[in-house]
Structures are given as structure tokens and as C-alpha cells.
């Protein structure tokens, strides 16, 4: 066992000495985890004794458990002790120290993108405080929040801050046994973000992860936590329409969401994490739990997302509806290319009364990928007069890859009702010729009829990320035809 | 402006034409008859360079200059537009949104400055106006859920609107009524100009009413059979085909 070893023994001695936040180089745990490794991030990150003891169960819960059936997902195996679970945030040792060093391509698509020359830098790892200014900006920012009465911070600082809120409700959507990512993030997750909106206030502006100082490297294993009170609502953005420079193959983050009574959360996701090259070669496995409770009555939470990005999706946003009234929406695009995988879709469990939910999936296939929708709609006993309509449809372009579709229903209410609605197609090479002939590029004809097929999603998306998230798809598929 | 000669073009190991022999000057209106399946839309497909067709002989020449190696959205850069026989519907993909993109690949190829929103919308409802198309079309998806008219007159609206030098229709009054007809019509002659020329596919002589033609060509099993004026026309809606392709046995 690691945690016998001298090795380990001497190094979190060490951390101990010199301190958290000042001897940043020798703040890496060697791969492995047991109990102890858990004890040290708990320690390092000075956490009240509860978190620990949540820690702990969770991980002896994870012992008990297997990874989950791939499903339609073809995945070597991972090594859990080949990890390293604790890494203090990265500095300019790690990252390159100017945009010469940064690869010639990435920084092409940041081009592509439309991104600031400032943010390129930042995004590509070079330390940023010397060309980005993101301090003041988060200032100002702070500022106006505060007033409001609004927490937004990185989630150990809430740990700190706000211990009370963080115990209240820190896995009381995604219970530390949900599932094996789930158990295994609430044993070692490092940070992540935190979001508190008080009764009956409505979030001046869209909160996006971007804004968020200190907490530039959440890590792989990344918790966050939305709390919204009695008619209140927020809009958060995660992630980046940017490709991230990672080296973390494995990523199982946890996002819960609660809404209260007439409050209302909208959640957008861009994920485009490294895909993996052509031939499928590395790239990231991306397994996240997002579950949002519709807590209270008249209560909405809507989900939105981009997905272009990791070698492996597998991911679920879900509702629950237990509040009379409230209603769940889950709105996505999945492109998968060359050799990625995905398999995503939602769940809606609905609970209580006239509970209302309406599911969107666009999947895009190309090259030989593999795109898979799975939806469970749950209708429960006291569900009388709930609602669901889901919407999925494919479009495939080239004929090696491939697109499917699960849905599951469960209906426990006769007077709930289910609607279920899935098309395929091809992106033809009469659209694109039609496209053509009146002088639009092949390149331009494929992102406007992609575009076109995605365009309800897009709709749910905060207008400068829908652009981004546009140009995003083109790159995405760029060369995918002919 | 345009010079076809001995073109032979196959699909698979079928032979479609065999050897088309066509000159069209500028300004002048070619009617193109004959029967079902005798290569019409071939031609026009492979003149607007449409991918899975093989030019085994022959030529063609766009004011003078090679036409066949050119991509289609060159070709539509350099003035060549295709009316299509079964217009293609683009879900999700807005009309005027669709148009705009042509019209502004088409100026920045040609160096022209791009048309901005407002200079566009005006431009497009005035020729919707003069082409009759319900301006609540311009809204909706390309051809999307559009009647089989309506797609006909949208075709026809993007003519007006890119202002081809060589339009080629492919059977655009297929499926019109007969006020449609005429409005269609009235779009293509608004367009004649001593600069352009028009190459009209179609079945009916009774468009022929409306735009009269310069020249009149048969094209059967793949060879223009018989080249006349405006008179063939009405010979061929008297007599049918039959008649052609006893000639040309003998
Ligand atoms: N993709 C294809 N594969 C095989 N044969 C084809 C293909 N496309 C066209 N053809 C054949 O080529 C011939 C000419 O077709 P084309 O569409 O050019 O005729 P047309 O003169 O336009 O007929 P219509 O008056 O019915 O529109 C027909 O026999 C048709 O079946
Ligand atoms: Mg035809």
C-alpha cells in the first residue's frame, strides 16, 4: 500500500511543513489512493471535520461498487491508483511561458473562434497574471454580486465561508452512493464552484465559470454546487467554447442543482475538451453526474448543452421533479467525430403533480464516431397530469458512422402523458450541391445545414455563446465531407 | 458565352449524352424539349457541375474559358445559376439568411463589397414583390414544408435576386398554375438583357407563350435531334416526339 510507504509518509509531512499555499512545487501526491490520500486533501484544504467524514464514506462506498457497463461505449480499462488525486493549481513552471511556445494549431482555432489575443494566452496555460488582466475584472464583478447578496466563489472557499450552506446541501441531489463516478468525486474532488442565490433575487448577469478567479484548475475531479432560494434565478455558464490544454485523462465531475420554491436555474454547458486525434489517440473521458432538483413548486431547472469535445461523453443531466408544478428542460447538441464515442441523454423523474418537462437532443455523427441519446422518463405514482415531450433526431454525415437512440419510459399515473418523437438523416449531397450552385462554399453549406439542424438548441443558449458555440460546431466537422 | 461541343457524359457504365453540340450567345433564350428521361436534367446538372457525372468526351466553354473544371460555387461566382427541377428543402436554414450568403460569396468572390442587412432585405422584398412570393416565405426554412409551387417561384426568386448572367431552368414552370406561370415568366424576361442568356427546360409549350425563345432544340436519348425556332414548338405540340425519331431513323 502507498500509504505505508516512507515515501508518502515523508511527503505529507513536508506539505505540512512548508505550508499550502507557499511551496507550490511539492504540492503533487504520487498516484494511488486509500484513506490516507483522502485525509490529505481533506487536511490541506482545511476542512471542517463533516467533509472529512463525508469523504471517507463516500470513498468506502466506491470500494463497494464496479465502474458501470459501458453500454454502447468501447473503453480500456482505467487504473484508479495510476492517478494522482492531488495537485495544487499549475503555475508557469508547468504551462508555457509565452505564446511562442504554445502549439501553432491551438492557437489557429483560438483565431477561428474569434478569441481576444489576451484570453488566448490565457486559455493555452501561460500564466496569466502577467497578460491577462482578470483580477479587476472579477472585481467589479464581486462588487455588484455582493450587493445582491449573491456567493460566488470557488467551492473550497465556500467550504470555508459558508460551512453551514455546503453541509446543508452538498449531496442532497447526487448522494455520495449514486453512482461510481459519484462516489468516487465526493471522495476526492479538490474544488469546483459555488453559487448561493438569496430568496427572491434575480442574478444580474450570466455567471460563467470564466469570471471565476483562483480556481483556474479544478482538476479532474470537479464539484459544483447551485443553490437557488424561493424566487430567485441565476444563468450559469460552464466551460469554453475554447479548446482546453489538458493533461488529465480521466474527468468525473459532479454538478447539483437545487431550486427552490419558484425559483428558476438555467445551466449552459460548452464542453470541447480534447477529442483525441484522427486515428483516436488520446483524448479525454469525460464522466460527469449533473442532477438538478426541482425542490420546490413552480420550480424550473434547464439544462443546455454544447457537447463537441472528449474521446468518451457519457453524461445524463437530469431533473428531478418532486415540486407540483415545476418543470425540467434539457436541451443538447452532440457532435461526435472521427473516433469519439458518446453516449448522453437526460432523465426526468417527475414526482409531483402537473410536473411538465420537454427533452431536445440534435446528435451529429461524423467520420466513424458513435452517438448515442439515452433517456429515462419517469412518470411517478403522485404524478397526476405530468407531462413529457421528447424530441431526438440524428443526422449523419458519411456512412461509417452512427447514430442510436434509447428511450425509457416508466409510467406509474394513468393521466400522466409521454410523447416520444426521434428522426435520422443524411446530410445529402443534394443539399450541399443546391448550397453550392448558389455560390455558398462546401465548408459554409455543411456549418449552415448542421447549424440549421441545431438551430433549437441554439436558441436556449445566452446570445455571445450561441455565436461562439456556432463556429465552434464548423470547426468541429470542418473537412467532415467530400 | 456558353460553347458545348460533342459533350458525351456517363453515370456508372451508363451513357447519358451522346454528344451534345450547343452555342449560346448572350442575350439570347434557348428552349430545351424532349422526352422523359432523354438527359435534360443531365445537361444542366453537368453544366452547373454537379458531382457523380463523367465527362468521357468533348468540351465545354464559359466566355471563353474552360467550364468543366470549375467547382459548382465557382461556377455560380463566374453567373451561372441553376433553377432546380426538384428544389432541395434546408430545415432549420432561413430564406432570406440562405440568399444572403449566396449573394455575398458571389460579391467578395467577384472583389465586390458584401451587401449588409438592411441593403439586402430591401433589395430581396422588392424582388419577392415583382416575383409574387408571400413575403412570409422569405422567414421560413429554405423550401422547407413549401408547396411544390412555392419552391418553383422561390427558385425563381434567387434568380431575381443573384441576377444571373446564364440562368438555366430545369423545368420551373412544372406544377405552377397559370397566374404562377405567367408571373414566373415576367421574372425571366425582366431579366433579359443583351448581356445574359436564359437556357429553359421544359415540357410545355405553352411557357413558350410567355418567353418566347430564340431557338427551340429536341434533345432525344441524348442528342439534340432537331434545332428550330419558336415554330418547332408548336410543331412538337401537334405531332408529339414520334414523328422526330422516325426522321432520324431514316
Ligand atoms: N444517378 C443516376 N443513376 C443512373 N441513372 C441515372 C441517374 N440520373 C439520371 N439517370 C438516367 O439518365 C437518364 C436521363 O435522366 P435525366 O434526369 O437527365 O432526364 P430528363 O430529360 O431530365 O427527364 P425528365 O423530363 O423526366 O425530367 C434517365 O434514363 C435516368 O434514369
Ligand atoms: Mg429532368
Known amino acids: ?482 | 458565352m456558353l460553347e458545348i461541343s460533342n459533350l458525351h457524359v456517363s453515370i456508372g457504365d451508363q451513357t447519358i449524352l451522346k454528344g451534345i453540340d450547343l452555342t449560346v450567345k448572350p442575350g439570347e433564350v434557348h428552349a430545351i424539349m424532349g422526352p422523359n428521361g432523354s438527359g435534360k436534367s443531365t445537361l444542366s446538372h453537368v453544366l452547373a457541375g454537379r458531382e457523380g457525372y463523367e465527362v468521357i468526351e468533348g468540351s465545354v466553354r464559359y466566355e471563353g474559358k474552360d467550364l468543366l473544371g470549375l467547382s459548382p460555387e465557382a461556377r455560380a461566382h463566374a453567373g451561372i445559376f441553376l433553377g432546380f427541377q426538384y428544389p432541395v428543402e434546408i430545415p432549420g436554414v432561413n430564406n432570406m439568411y440562405f440568399l444572403k450568403a449566396a449573394i455575398n460569396a458571389r460579391r467578395k468572390a467577384n472583389g465586390l463589397k458584401e451587401l449588409d442587412a438592411f441593403d439586402f432585405i430591401q433589395m430581396a422584398k422588392k424582388k419577392a414583390g415583382l416575383v409574387g412570393l408571400d413575403e412570409s416565405l422569405l422567414q421560413r426554412a429554405v423550401n422547407e414544408g413549401f408547396s411544390g409551387g412555392e419552391k418553383k417561384r422561390n427558385e425563381i426568386f434567387q434568380m431575381a435576386v443573384l441576377e444571373p448572367q446564364l440562368a438555366i431552368l430545369d423545368e420551373t414552370d412544372s406544377g405552377l398554375d397559370i397566374d404562377a406561370l405567367r408571373i414566373v415568366a415576367e421574372g425571366v424576361n425582366a431579366l433579359r438583357d443583351p448581356e445574359r442568356a436564359v437556357i429553359l427546360v421544359t415540357h410545355y409549350q405553352r411557357l413558350l407563350d410567355y418567353i418566347v425563345p430564340d431557338y427551340v432544340h429536341v434533345l432525344s436519348d441524348g442528342r439534340i435531334v432537331r434545332s428550330g425556332g419558336r415554330e418547332l414548338a408548336l410543331t412538337l405540340e401537334e405531332k408529339g416526339y414520334g414523328w422526330l425519331k422516325e426522321a432520324a431513323a431514316t
Open chain 1, 1 to 482: 500500500m502507498p500509504s505505508s510507504s516512507e515515501d508518502l509518509q515523508s511527503h505529507l509531512r513536508k506539505d505540512y511543513e512548508h505550508g499550502f499555499t507557499t511551496d507550490v512545487e511539492s504540492d503533487t501526491l504520487p498516484p494511488g489512493l486509500d484513506e490516507d490520500v483522502i485525509r490529505h486533501i481533506s487536511h490541506m484544504k482545511h476542512e471542517p471535520d463533516f467533509l472529512l467524514e463525508w469523504r471517507l464514506e463516500a470513498y468506502r462506498h466506491w470500494l463497494t461498487q464496479r465502474e458501470p457497463n459501458w453500454a454502447k461505449l468501447n473503453i480500456d480499462p482505467i487504473d484508479y491508483q495510476a492517478i494522482s488525486y492531488y495537485s495544487a493549481p499549475k503555475t508557469s513552471k508547468d504551462g508555457p511561458k509565452s505564446l511562442d511556445e504554445v502549439d501553432p494549431k491551438l492557437l489557429e482555432t483560438y483565431e477561428k473562434l474569434g478569441i481576444p489575443l489576451e484570453e488566448r494566452a490565457a486559455l493555452a496555460g501561460v500564466a496569466v497574471d502577467a497578460v491577462f488582466d482578470s483580477v479587476s475584472v472579477a472585481t467589479t464583478f464581486k462588487d455588484k454580486l455582493s450587493k445582491e447578496g449573491i456567493i460566488f466563489c470557488p467551492f473550497s472557499e465556500a467550504v470555508q465561508n459558508h460551512p453551514e450552506l455546503v453541509q446543508r446541501y452538498l449531496g442532497s441531489v447526487v448522494p455520495t452512493t449514486d453512482n461510481y463516478f459519484a462516489s468516487l468525486n465526493s471522495a476526492v474532488f479538490t474544488d469546483g464552484s459555488f453559487v448561493y442565490i438569496p430568496k427572491g433575487v434575480r442574478c444580474p448577469m450570466e455567471l460563467s465559470t470564466y469570471f471565476r478567479i483562483n480556481a483556474a484548475n479544478t482538476g479532474q475531479f470537479e464539484r459544483t454546487l447551485i443553490i437557488a432560494e424561493a424566487g430567485s434565478y441565476v444563468s450559469y455558464l460552464e466551460g469554453c467554447t475554447a479548446p482546453q490544454r489538458d493533461e488529465n485523462q480521466l474527468h468525473a465531475a459532479v454538478v447539483e442543482l437545487v431550486a427552490l420554491e419558484d425559483a428558476e436555474i438555467k445551466y449552459s454547458t460548452v464542453q470541447n475538451w480534447y477529442p483525441g486525434d484522427e486515428n483516436g489517440v488520446g483524448g479525454i473521458y469525460n464522466f460527469v453526474t449533473k442532477r438538478g432538483d426541482c425542490r420546490g413548486d413552480n420550480s424550473k431547472i434547464s439544462w443546455t448543452q454544447v457537447e463537441t469535445g472528449s474521446a468518451i461523453t457519457w453524461k445524463y443531466p437530469s431533473c428531478l421533479l418532486r415540486g407540483d408544478n415545476s418543470v425540467g428542460e434539457f436541451h443538447s447538441i452532440a457532435v461526435t467525430n472521427h473516433h469519439q464515442q458518446a453516449d448522453t441523454g437526460t432523465k426526468m423523474v417527475h414526482l409531483g403533480k402537473n410536473t411538465r418537462s420537454t427533452i431536445v437532443s440534435k446528435g451529429i455523427s461524423a467520420g466513424q464516431a458513435q452517438n448515442a441519446y439515452r433517456g429515462l422518463v419517469h412518470m411517478g405514482k403522485n404524478a397526476s397530469s405530468a407531462r413529457n415531450h421528447t424530441r431526438c433526431d440524428s443526422l449523419l454525415m458519411g456512412d461509417r458512422c452512427g447514430a442510436h437512440t434509447f428511450p425509457y419510459m416508466e409510467v406509474k399515473n394513468p393521466s400522466a402523458r409521454v410523447e416520444h418523437e426521434a428522426t435520422t438523416s443524411r446530410i445529402g449531397e443534394d443539399q450541399l450541391f443546391y448550397c453550392r450552385q448558389r455560390g455558398i462554399s462546401e465548408e459554409d453549406a455543411v456549418s449552415m445545414i448542421v447549424n440549421g439542424f441545431c438551430k433549437e438548441v441554439f436558441r436556449e443558449l445566452p446570445m455571445e455563446f450561441a455565436v461562439e458555440a456556432q463556429n465552434l460546431l464548423a470547426l468541429s466537422l470542418e473537412g467532415s465531407i467530400g
